[in-house]
């Protein structure tokens, strides 16, 4: 909301400066609409489009579990402001700004997620997505128990005694040492049955319901459904209106796929091991980046491109699950969460193609426009290219033909300077879009005539 509300302050005191600019297009004459339509301000477009891309790129986000241990003897400015405002600057911001420039990105991590959640509750009796979510989203924490704290062994089906333990006597819970999160594959199945909470527990942890997320949904909607009716009045829309229609449609697929998914849970469930035990975890086989840099960083942009980042990570080293871990899905959830968001992607850029033909105060900006739709529309293609050649060459395993390696090699290296254009189209089409506020067609500013929608004799 203080974004917004910068936002706001900066536009109201532009406003101010350009009053008679800004006057003169909100009484321009607007001919014959004049009887019939009323008119909006800019202050209230401009509100309505920052505000539901706010929506769109802050509130629609299901961020995993970023745990954080509590500190002993923590002073209040460092509980209350420090602490809060560290984990809004290094986590939650980046989250934003991604999906400001990037939200395929943050549709193609949703749907990995979405099918890995289906993948594991199919594994567990009993479990739902929403339980396959929690466990990828970091929901689950091991911790070790204090040495002299007494505990009761968890049995397996088989009545043998598990490493997993069950407190069974009083201890201070700041004793607790917390170890790593956990994976699908760390906990047995049968135990996992009896650790595990309801989807309704589950789902009391999240910090919204179905009621909020169902009034975001109707705000978007509106939003779209104000543009679909200005479109059939033959009403302009302003390229900032183009840019929220945009964000909106892709909004709608994020929220798809996280439905189920707890939003904003800050505590994980504690998992509790022995001090004794064993300290070798399951399914931890993970590959090493490169030790050169330029290579590490081709391979980091790269592997995040196309969301096999999670092969690189060793879970039982991280204080909590990565900001995109989505649990080490398989190629045919790779290939398929690379797909379709890239094809959405493109679909994302053809939106803006809604303005192509728009009256811009400049030959430049309309131009720039132009360009950055077109890039918008093609880089997805490359990442769809790059999301197949890959799928092709590990089933391939090492029979690949060479032309295949070729193409493969040349798009990897391309995704670097496309991904780069692409942030470049994007911020480029932001910027436009209130420039462009600057001088705004007469029509621009009429509302829409909602009584013509009405049956009437």
């Given amino acids: 909301m203080l974004i917004l509300f910068l936002a706001y302050s ?3 005191s532009a406003k101010s400066e350009a009053g008679p600019i800004l006057a003169s297009i909100e009484l321009r004459d607007v001919g014959p ?11 209230s477009l401009v509100w309505s489009c920052l505000s539901t891309i706010f929506l769109c790129t802050w509130v629609a986000v299901h961020p995993n579990v970023h745990f954080r241990p509590e500190k002993q003897d923590q002073r209040r400015i460092e509980k209350w402001l420090r602490d809060p405002l560290h984990e809004v600057v290094t986590y939650k911001l980046p989250i934003f700004l ?12 949703a749907i990995r997620q979405f099918l890995q959640a289906g993948v594991i509750s199919r594994k567990v009796p009993g479990w739902t997505r929403t339980h396959g979510y929690f466990m990828i989203m970091g929901g689950f924490h091991l911790f070790r128990l204090p040495a002299d704290a007494p505990s009761v062994p968890i049995p397996h089906e088989s009545s043998e005694s598990s490493e997993f333990v069950v407190p069974s006597g009083r201890h201070s819970r700041k004793e607790e040492v917390p170890v790593c999160p956990l994976t699908f594959e760390d906990v047995p199945v049968d135990i996992l049955e009896i650790i595990v909470p ?3 527990e589950l789902r009391d942890r999240g910090k919204s319901d179905a009621l909020t997320k169902l009034i975001v949904l109707v705000q978007t909607l509106w939003f779209v459904a104000q543009c679909i009716a200005r479109g059939t009045q033959r009403l302009p829309l302003t390229e900032l209106e183009v840019v929220t229609l945009a964000y909106t449609t892709i909004n709608l697929f994020i929220y798809t796929f996280w439905w189920d998914k707890p939003q904003n849970v800050e505590c994980p469930i504690r998992v509790y091991k022995t001090p004794m035990a064993n300290e070798e975890k399951t399914g931890e086989k993970v590959e ?3 030790r ?3 290579l590490r960083w081709a391979q980091r942009i790269f592997k995040y491109t196309i969301g096999s980042q999670d092969d690189r990570v060793t879970i039982s080293e991280e204080p909590s699950v990565p900001m995109f871990w989505a649990g080490r899905p398989d190629e045919r959830v790779l290939f398929v969460a690379g797909f379709r968001p890239s094809i959405l992607g493109a679909a994302f850029g053809a939106i803006h193609c809604v303005a192509w033909l728009s009256e811009f105060p400049s030959r430049a900006e309309l131009i720039l426009w132009r360009i950055s739709c077109v890039a918008m529309m093609s880089v997805p293609f490359l990442v769809i290219i790059t999301c197949v050649l890959g799928v092709i060459d590990r089933r391939m395993e090492g029979k690949t033909p060479m032309w295949i390696n070729v193409t493969f090699g040349i798009c990897a290296i391309l995704l670097l300077p496309s991904s780069l254009l692409y942030a470049a189209s994007r911020m480029t089409t932001l910027v436009i879009a209130f420039t462009t506020l600057r001088s705004l067609p007469p029509a621009a500013l009429t509302d829409v005539d909602w009584t013509t929608f009405i049956p009437h004799v």
């Fill in 33 to 43: 609409c004049d009887g019939q339509n009323s008119q909006r301000s800019l202050a």
């Fill in 98 to 109: 991604l999906a400001l420039l990037v939200p395929e990105y943050i549709l193609a991590w």
């Fill in 292 to 294: 050169t840099r330029v």
């Fill in 10 to 12: 900066i536009f109201q």
């Fill in 198 to 200: 309801t989807e309704t």
């Fill in 288 to 290: 090493e980046w490169s």
